[in-house]
């Protein structure tokens, strides 16, 4: 009678541990990528307002590094460039004298040549208008030459200014802490009125919308998962059951690894594993770390 008990109980246990089995073919932990903002700036954060479990959106601007030096170095490169550009010499106006010769000694020149055909006026006065017509006309190629060559000084000067205050709206710009995706705060790392540099962590943030589950399979299995495969995840609900969801294979690694200490597989006597990550929407139960059991 003892024996026909035993045998029933260990029946039992096998039963159920084969039933256990039956629930998951691979099983592993819950992540997501975390990103950590770090300061684009030197300076006073000035306003900080990032505190963990925050949920932020892309784009928005959390906090502002003290800019008060950056903004007067703005304000005086742009006096610099009006003063420089204001220098640029009126060309037209300063060859308008010298134009005006030129119009007059051809008006002269015209007169001489016809009184040289009359034999009225000498080809020497004929020969000293041209050569004060030439004289003047070398004069305004000169003058309008280097008038030219100042303005062109001047602007080049004034964009080399105007590259000086790009690169200080580029500085500004940094000053402002955008938050660069959707998610939620891990850890804040920085406070309002401290200082920070360029560089230094401020706070990590992820995406939990959608986890991904990194679990672990045989080499048995290996060959019949493939990319974009549908499964279901079983997540303990911390009253013995389980919650279910619809995952998606989304990465599949190619080089197979010793099974970690903490991961369970279907086959117990498997010594190597290939990790593969399941994307999961988040339902807001899910955490990172939280353990997972994939049905393939």
């Given at each position: 009678m003892k024996n026909k008990i035993g045998i029933?109980?260990?029946?039992?246990?096998?039963?159920?541990?084969?039933?256990?089995?039956?629930?998951?073919?691979?099983?592993?932990?819950?992540?997501?990528?975390?990103?950590?903002?770090?300061?684009?700036?030197?300076?006073?954060?000035?306003?900080?307002?990032?505190?963990?479990?925050?949920?932020?959106?892309?784009?928005?601007?959390?906090?502002?590094?003290?800019?008060?030096?950056?903004?007067?170095?703005?304000?005086?490169?742009?006096?610099?460039?009006?003063?420089?550009?204001?220098?640029?010499?009126?060309?037209?106006?300063?060859?308008?004298?010298?134009?005006?010769?030129?119009?007059?000694?051809?008006?002269?020149?015209?007169?001489?040549?016809?009184?040289?055909?009359?034999?009225?006026?000498?080809?020497?006065?004929?020969?000293?208008?041209?050569?004060?017509?030439?004289?003047?006309?070398?004069?305004?190629?000169?003058?309008?030459?280097?008038?030219?060559?100042?303005?062109?000084?001047?602007?080049?000067?004034?964009?080399?200014?105007?590259?000086?205050?790009?690169?200080?709206?580029?500085?500004?710009?940094?000053?402002?802490?955008?938050?660069?995706?959707?998610?939620?705060?891990?850890?804040?790392?920085?406070?309002?009125?401290?200082?920070?540099?360029?560089?230094?962590?401020?706070?990590?943030i992820a995406d939990m919308s959608v986890m991904?589950?990194?679990?672990?399979?045989?080499?048995?299995?290996?060959?019949k998962v493939k990319l974009g495969q549908k499964?279901?995840?079983?997540?303990?609900?911390?009253?013995?059951?389980?919650?279910?969801?619809?995952?998606?294979?989304?990465?599949?690694?190619?080089?197979?690894?010793?099974?970690?200490?903490?991961?369970?597989?279907?086959?117990?006597?498997?010594?190597?594993?290939?990790?593969?990550?399941?994307?999961?929407?988040?339902?807001?139960?899910?955490?990172?770390?939280?353990?997972?059991?994939?049905?393939?």
């Open positions: 029933l109980l260990l029946a039992a246990i096998m039963a159920s541990c084969n039933n256990k089995n039956d629930l998951y073919d691979a099983s592993g932990t819950f992540e997501s990528t975390e990103i950590i903002v770090s300061s684009q700036a030197n300076g006073q954060l000035v306003q900080f307002a990032v505190d963990e479990g925050d949920t932020l959106n892309a784009g928005a601007a959390v906090g502002y590094v003290d800019s008060t030096q950056l903004h007067l170095t703005k304000l005086q490169l742009l006096e610099n460039q009006k003063a420089i550009l204001a220098g640029r010499p009126d060309v037209q106006s300063q060859i308008d004298a010298t134009q005006k010769q030129i119009d007059n000694t051809l008006l002269d020149k015209q007169r001489i040549e016809n009184l040289v055909k009359g034999n009225v006026a000498t080809q020497k006065q004929l020969d000293d208008v041209n050569s004060k017509l030439a004289v003047l006309q070398a004069q305004l190629g000169a003058q309008r030459s280097a008038l030219n060559n100042t303005t062109t000084t001047l602007n080049e000067q004034g964009n080399a200014v105007t590259a000086q205050l790009a690169l200080i709206n580029d500085q500004l710009k940094k000053c402002v802490i955008v938050n660069p995706i959707n998610g939620t705060v891990l850890a804040s790392y920085a406070n309002t009125s401290e200082v920070t540099a360029m560089g230094k962590p401020l706070y990590k991904e589950l990194k679990a672990y399979i045989t080499g048995d299995q290996f060959a499964v279901k995840v079983l997540v303990d609900d911390g009253s013995s059951k389980y919650r279910t969801y619809e995952g998606e294979v989304d990465w599949i690694s190619n080089k197979s690894e010793f099974t970690p200490k903490t991961i369970q597989t279907k086959n117990e006597r498997a010594n190597l594993v290939y990790a593969i990550k399941i994307k999961v929407k988040n339902d807001g139960y899910i955490k990172i770390g939280m353990y997972g059991e994939v049905k393939f």
